[in-house]
């Protein structure tokens, strides 16, 4: 089974900051990459798949880049409401999370 | 709109069985594969069980395979996991979530998830 090492755990961070988290694959997975930002006691929002693609209605601050084995989701500009935890999925595994916190 | 409703959780003891709902509307149940995910306290997010949208495909995470029964009644639009020999690593808020495809990928967290029944195994 493919696995998804995400990284770093845990970042803090302070509103307007610039924020990247990776996601690493043990084999390769072409694009095959989604990524979800989960809200305390909320269900998981989808963001990004296809490793790029931004989801309708998610802010543009939101970017997503990589292919093979290394991918990266970025917040440009960190918001507030973007304190979260993240995941990445490849179909039906996920990585462990990175939970952004506030400095 | 979408939504994704999800009933059926409890305190069960170890050994025992719990029936999970997801009740769905707003989109042609029939058209999709559903998934089970779940995420125990504090912890990350595991899928659980998927099943294709007539039922041919069905696919269990090696934890639950033999325990738990994914199902679908197309009719009623509706989504089930039976859970037996329920394990207290069993205990976690599970999620009924639509798969998502895109022109290239499939991915099982989709972009519509319901709430979460909590399902609590102890004794």
């Known amino acids: 089974a493919i696995q998804l090492t995400q990284s770093p755990s845990s970042l803090s961070a302070s509103v307007g900051d610039r924020v990247t988290i990776t996601c690493r694959a043990s084999?390769?997975?072409?694009?095959?990459l989604a990524w979800y930002q989960q809200k305390p006691g909320k269900a998981p929002k989808l963001l990004i798949y296809?490793?790029?693609s931004l989801e309708s209605g998610v802010p543009s601050r939101f970017s997503g880049s990589g292919s093979g084995t290394d991918f990266t989701l970025t917040i440009s500009s960190l918001q507030p409401e973007d304190f979260a935890t993240y995941y990445c999925?490849?179909?039906?595994?996920f990585g462990g999370g990175t939970k952004v916190e506030i400095k | 709109e979408v939504q994704l409703v999800e009933s059926g959780g409890g305190l069960v003891k170890p050994g025992g069985s719990l029936r999970l709902s997801c009740a769905a509307s707003?989109?042609?149940?029939?058209?999709?594969?559903m998934n089970w995910v779940r995420q125990a306290p504090g912890k990350g997010l595991e899928w659980v069980s998927s099943?294709?949208?007539?039922?041919?495909?069905?696919y269990y995470a090696d934890s639950v395979k033999g325990r738990f029964t994914i199902s679908r009644d197309n009719a009623k639009n509706s989504l089930y996991l039976q859970m037996n020999s329920l394990r207290a690593e069993d205990t976690a808020v599970y999620y009924c979530?639509?798969?998502?495809?895109?022109?290239?990928?499939?991915?099982?967290?989709?972009?519509?998830w319901g709430q979460g029944t909590l399902v609590t195994v102890s004794s």
């Open positions: 979530a639509r798969a998502f495809c895109s022109s290239t990928s499939c991915y099982t967290g989709g972009n519509y």
């Open positions: 707003g989109f042609t149940f029939s058209s999709y594969s």
């Open positions: 099943i294709s949208s007539s039922s041919s495909y069905i």
């Open positions: 084999q390769g997975i072409s694009s095959a």
């Open positions: 296809d490793a790029s």
């Open positions: 999925q490849q179909f039906n595994n």
